[in-house]
């Protein structure tokens, strides 16, 4: 049966559940935000700041936004909101499936598989947009997993705007599938690659749920 899945406890604002790692972006907007509504009542330039900072601080809780999800059963569950942007196959057999994440989805990554976190390895570089081909030399970290299908590699990349990418579990720790593992702050992609004579069943141009849209061919 699909399960609830639950995690450490996560930042929240006014019963809005937020991911972990929202706090150093999202609390200054909010105050901001906040003293200006409070300062429009007898300032006018107030008022001309307030409308703006509302909408950012709007927006802010949107993008941070950590819902709770009921997890698929299948081998391999998307790790990511977003839009399958490539399916390619590697050199070593295994398929790599590209997940575009635009600013307008859920940021929080979950485990593909339940296993546990053998490397979880950051690897400096640019800030190129995620679409662009390019973007495989731009800021990320590497993770694998030792699960029941061997060795499954995953990739969270940074993108333009994404300046910072926050993991949830370090190395050594047993995820359950669809576990949250970490967060991308604003656009970017998450890459996964299937083992060999795992068959993919999703398609480029397909949306992707974390946690819930199926990767594989069962």
Same mark, same amino acid.
């Given at each position: 049966?699909?399960?609830?899945?639950?995690?450490?406890?996560?930042?929240?604002? $006014?019963? %809005? =559940?937020?991911? &972990?790692?929202?706090?150093?972006?999202? +609390?200054?907007?909010?105050?901001?935000?906040? +003293?200006?509504? /409070?300062?429009?009542?007898?300032? #006018?330039?107030?008022? /001309?700041?307030?409308?703006?900072?509302?909408?950012?601080?709007?927006?802010?809780?949107?993008?941070? =936004?950590?819902?709770?999800?009921?997890?698929?059963?299948? &081998?391999?569950?998307?790790?990511?909101? #977003?839009?399958?942007?490539?399916?390619?196959?590697?050199?070593?057999?295994?398929?790599? %499936?590209?997940?575009?994440?635009?600013?307008?989805?859920?940021? %929080?990554?979950?485990?593909? +598989?339940? *296993?546990?976190?053998?490397?979880?390895?950051?690897?400096? *570089?640019?800030?190129?947009?995620?679409?662009?081909?390019?973007?495989?030399?731009?800021?990320?970290?590497?993770?694998?997993?030792?699960?029941?299908?061997?060795?499954?590699?995953?990739?969270?990349?940074?993108?333009?705007?994404?300046?910072?990418?926050?993991?949830?579990?370090?190395?050594?720790?047993?995820?359950?599938?669809?576990?949250?593992?970490?967060?991308?702050?604003?656009?970017?992609?998450?890459?996964?690659?299937?083992?060999? *004579?795992?068959?993919?069943? %999703?398609?480029?141009?397909?949306?992707?749920? $974390?946690?819930?849209? =199926?990767?594989? =061919?069962?």
């Amino acid at each position: 049966m699909p399960h609830s899945q639950t995690s450490a406890p996560r930042d929240s604002l $006014a019963g %809005v =559940r937020l991911a &972990r790692g929202a706090s150093p972006w999202l +609390l200054p907007t909010v105050a901001t935000a906040a +003293l200006s509504l /409070v300062c429009a009542r007898k300032s #006018g330039a107030a008022k /001309v700041v307030a409308v703006p900072a509302t909408a950012l601080a709007a927006g802010m809780l949107w993008f941070f =936004r950590d819902p709770e999800r009921e997890i698929t059963q299948g &081998r391999v569950i998307s790790p990511a909101d #977003g839009v399958v942007q490539s399916i390619m196959p590697w050199k070593d057999g295994r398929t790599r %499936v590209a997940i575009f994440m635009s600013p307008l989805n859920v940021h %929080v990554n979950r485990a593909p +598989l339940s *296993g546990t976190v053998t490397s979880v390895e950051h690897i400096p *570089g640019g800030f190129v947009p995620a679409f662009n081909k390019e973007s495989e030399n731009n800021e990320r970290v590497v993770w694998h997993f030792d699960t029941e299908l061997g060795d499954i590699e995953m990739i969270q990349i940074a993108g333009a705007v994404a300046r910072r990418i926050v993991p949830y579990v370090p190395q050594g720790t047993k995820v359950e599938q669809g576990e949250r593992i970490g967060l991308i702050r604003f656009g970017s992609r998450v890459d996964i690659y299937l083992p060999e *004579g795992v068959d993919v069943d %999703v398609e480029v141009g397909q949306k992707t749920v $974390a946690g819930v849209t =199926r990767i594989d =061919r069962g």
